[in-house]
C-alpha cells in the first residue's frame, strides 16, 4: 500500500472524524487537524485500514516495513510547561483492543511510533517517561503476561502503601511487553520513519539511523492507524488507571507518504 496523497485520500484508507476534529489534502499533504477544543470534549482525525475487519482478519502481518514521512505543527513534550502538541498521535500498527463504545476487549499490542503529552503518564518501562514522542512496541497477548497479572497486582498494590515503586515497575513492564525509545528528532520537521516488523524483531528508523531494536514482537495480524486526538491516558505502578480528555489550540499533524510493504 503507497499513498502520497497527490490525488486526495485513497479510497483504501477508512476516515474517521469525531467532534471538531478533521480531515484534509493540500499540496499532496494529509493533515488531520482539531481546532481550539475544551476539556470534557473530544476530537479525533484519523485513518486507518481495520475498520469493518474481523480482528483475525486484519491485513498486516510479518515480515513487513512500514515507511512514513511526518511533522506536527508544535514539538513533542519534554515537560509540563510552554507549547507542545496536546493529547496523543503518531502511525503504525495495532491490534485496535477496544469497542466502539470505547470498552476494552482485550490487551492491547502495538508496534508504532506513539506520541502522548501530559497530562498521560503511561510508566510501561522503568525510567522512561511517561509521556513523549516514542517508537514503541507493546506485546501483552503472550503466555508469559499472564503470569506476571498477580505479581503486578502485588506489587502495585504494595507501592500504594509503602511508596516504592521499582517492584511494580517491573512487573508491569512484563506484564505489558513494553520496549520503547524517545525519537530523538524534532516532531514539527519533516523526518521520514520506519519501521521493520519481523517474527523475531521489529526494528525503528528516524531518517536512516536505527533508534530501537525489539525481539520477539507481536506475531498477530494487526492494522494500520495515523491519528491525532486530544486523549490522555495514564498507567502507573502505584495502580493508577484512568482517561480524559485534555483542551488545547488548534494543532496538526501531517502525512506527505505512507508506504506499507510486504517483505
Request: include cysteine.
Amino acid at each position: 500500500m503507497f499513498d502520497d496523497f497527490l490525488q486526495g485520500i485513497n479510497q483504501y484508507w477508512t476516515q474517521t472524524c469525531i467532534g471538531p476534529g478533521s480531515l484534509s489534502v493540500k499540496d499532496s499533504v494529509l493533515r488531520m487537524a482539531i481546532p481550539t477544543i475544551h476539556q470534557g470534549e473530544y476530537a479525533d482525525a484519523q485513518i486507518d485500514d481495520y475498520a469493518e475487519r474481523a480482528r483475525s482478519a486484519f491485513p498486516w502481518a510479518p515480515p513487513v516495513r512500514m515507511e512514513v514521512r511526518a511533522r506536527s505543527s508544535l514539538p513533542a513534550a519534554n515537560s509540563e510547561k510552554g507549547e507542545f502538541l496536546r493529547g496523543t498521535a503518531g502511525f503504525g500498527f495495532w491490534n485496535y483492543p477496544f469497542s466502539v463504545r470505547g470498552d476494552l476487549l482485550m490487551l492491547p499490542e502495538a508496534i508504532w511510533f506513539f506520541y502522548a503529552s501530559p497530562p498521560s503518564n503511561m510508566a510501561l518501562v522503568p525510567d522512561m517517561p511517561g509521556w513523549g514522542w516514542k517508537a514503541q512496541v507493546i506485546h501483552s497477548m503472550r503466555p508469559g503476561a499472564l503470569l506476571a497479572t498477580v505479581p503486578t497486582a502485588l506489587t502495585t498494590g504494595w507501592a500504594r502503601v509503602t511508596g516504592r515503586t521499582d517492584p511494580a515497575a517491573r512487573w508491569l513492564r512484563r506484564l505489558s511487553g513494553a520496549c520503547e525509545a524517545l525519537v530523538p528528532v524534532a516532531m514539527t520537521d519533516w523526518h521520514t520513519y520506519t519501521l521493520e516488523w519481523h517474527k523475531d524483531r521489529a526494528q525503528f528508523w528516524v531518517d536512516g539511523t536505527e533508534i530501537l531494536r525489539v525481539l520477539q514482537p507481536p506475531t498477530r495480524p494487526l492494522g494500520f492507524v495515523a491519528w491525532l486526538d486530544n486523549q490522555y491516558a495514564v498507567v502507573t505502578p502505584r495502580g493508577t488507571f484512568r482517561f480524559g480528555t485534555v483542551s488545547s489550540e488548534p494543532e496538526w499533524f501531517e502525512l506527505d507518504s505512507v508506504n506499507i510493504e510486504k517483505l
